[in-house]
């Protein structure tokens, strides 16, 4: 009120008056009165005080809490690494306006910065320790790292950071590969659900095809079936009228003689006796014999030999679908290594015993090389006598064996239980052709993995060096081509019924490999 008074007070002498707020002109100067509801607002709100913090404001389970609020606490927004304490904002304010606090480190809010204190001496960890690996406090330096490689937190951070771009280049590059990896699965899911398709599609108008086939089959089946049946009717047919015609004159011929029999007149049946009597010859009627078993026999049997034939070659045909599909899976997960492999190293020999004429073993029984000249081997029941091939004298069973062959030549690796035929020159002599053995048959043109006859063609890297992994009690052998990396060839899933013993045939030369 006073100060708008003194403001139209110096306004007296001209007479007129302006509001200072609104800029409104009066010729007389008005009356001040008080604003009634401006004054109610202004009590309201001196009664009210300050408004209540928002309940979000204060600090959840998973919030960090101010250090420094007593009774509930409000959420801290940043966190002081010097005081090693958490503020809110009210609390935070010194930090920004008081020059002893303006040279504090501030973050957003951290947890657990009991972990910036060491646990030994209650001091900031300031330092590192190189010698140790570890953040350290000044008072440590003195003490347990004394003589230690000590540096600065900041100059270790600024270190690491740099093996932490190349980690980072390292994540990046591997998550590009993944990433390719990735489009290259979905395109070749696309490409399987393609094929899959097709398949479907031609094998749906392939049996389409084939129940017509059949469908013409049985119509033709029923046609000469018909036929057949439509001239058996016509030949009875035949018979039944002249049978029925013989049948009515022998009638008429036995109605007549009874009539000459007893007729009393003797020259009548004199001269009607050789009439009667003789018998009548209307032609050569021949002997009607019925089959009791015809009906059709033959047709019955050679459709039922159809069926059967059909059935079996559906049976065999399926068979080799379900090999095909169920042998192995159609995406391999394979995340072995060459450490992982190495702890499960075996040590291998050859026995001469069961080695092929022609080969030559030698490096204490860890090579063996193909020759022209007969070796000088005792005959032996184990020995194989018609294939260049070579088992070795361990018996692995019950747990995981691995080994790596360095090869030349067209050459199979596998495994065989002692069952394995080895005279003769059939397949159950051969690695992978019969049931007591399992192979990968490898060559400079690809790979193709073998068991009981069937062969799988195995697409994957050309090395002269391959690696086996035997889970004997998981019933898998698993073949690898070994370079920079183990990229899996092939694995066989089956059940493993007795020891397995490791097996070669051998093109050129084959070396059983040490491992470091």
């Not at 009548?268 to 018998?279: A, E, I, R, V, W």
């Not at 090395?463 to 052998?477: F, N, Q």
């Not at 070994?482 to 060839?489: D, F, N, S």
Request: glycine share 6%; charged share 30%; hydrophobic share 30%.
């Amino acid at each position: 009120m006073d100060c708008i008074s003194n403001y139209w007070n110096e306004a007296d002498y001209t007479g007129i008056y302006i509001c200072p707020q609104c800029q409104i002109t009066f010729t007389q100067r008005p009356v001040l009165r008080p604003n009634t509801m401006l004054t109610k607002v202004a009590e309201k709100l001196k009664r009210s005080g300050p408004s209540p913090p928002a309940a979000n404001s204060y600090a959840g389970p998973t919030d960090v809490p101010c250090d420094f609020c007593t009774g509930k606490k409000f959420k801290a927004i940043k966190s002081c690494l010097n005081c090693l304490a958490s503020y809110c904002e009210k609390h935070l304010r010194p930090h920004y306006e008081s020059a002893t606090f303006k040279r504090h480190k501030l973050v957003d809010e951290l947890g657990n910065l009991d972990r910036k204190i060491c646990p030994q001496h209650q001091k900031t960890l300031e330092l590192f320790c190189r010698t140790d690996q570890m953040c350290i406090c000044a008072l440590c330096t003195v003490s347990e790292h004394k003589g230690h490689d000590i540096v600065s937190a900041e100059a270790e951070r600024s270190e690491k950071q740099k093996l932490l771009g190349v980690s980072q280049t390292e994540i990046r590059q591997k998550c590009q590969e993944r990433m390719k990896e990735l489009d290259e699965l979905r395109t070749a899911v696309d490409s399987l659900k393609s094929s899959a398709q097709r398949a479907m599609a031609e094998s749906e108008k392939m049996f389409r095809e084939m129940i017509s086939s059949i469908e013409r089959m049985r119509t033709e089946v029923t046609k000469l079936i018909g036929i057949n049946e439509k001239a058996a009717f016509s030949q009875a047919d035949s018979l039944v009228e002249r049978l029925e015609q013989e049948i009515e004159e022998l009638k008429k011929k036995e109605s007549g003689l009874k009539q000459l029999y007893s007729t009393e007149d003797h020259i009548h049946f004199l001269q009607n006796f050789n009439y009667l009597c003789t018998p009548t010859d209307d032609g050569v009627i021949p002997r009607v014999t019925v089959n009791p078993d015809f009906s059709f026999a033959a047709a019955r049997k050679a459709v039922a030999e159809i069926k059967e034939r059909l059935e079996e070659l559906g049976r065999e045909e399926l068979l080799k679908i379900s090999r095909s599909v169920n042998e192995i899976p159609v995406y391999t997960v394979e995340n072995r290594t060459k450490e992982r492999s190495i702890k499960d190293f075996c040590q291998l020999r050859l026995d001469p015993n069961t080695a092929y004429k022609e080969l030559y073993i030698s490096e204490g029984n860890r090579k063996v090389i193909r020759t022209r000249d007969l070796q000088p081997y005792s005959d032996n029941p184990e020995r194989f006598d018609s294939f260049a091939q070579v088992l070795c004298r361990e018996a692995l069973s019950g747990g995981r064996y691995y080994w790596e062959i360095e090869w030349s030549g067209e050459f199979s690796v596998g495994v065989a239980y002692r069952g394995i035929s080895r005279k003769g020159k059939g397949s159950l002599c051969l690695l992978g052709y019969n049931k007591k053995s399992w192979s990968l048959l490898c060559s400079d043109s690809g790979y193709s993995a073998w068991h009981n006859r069937v062969d799988k063609a195995v697409n994957g890297p050309h090395s002269p060096r391959i690696g086996v992994y035997l889970d004997h009690s998981a019933g898998t052998v698993s073949f690898y081509s070994i370079g920079e990396t183990m990229t899996l060839l092939y694995r066989f899933e089956t059940t493993f019924t007795e020891p397995l013993y490791p097996g070669f045939g051998v093109g050129t030369s084959v070396k059983i490999c040490q491992l470091k």
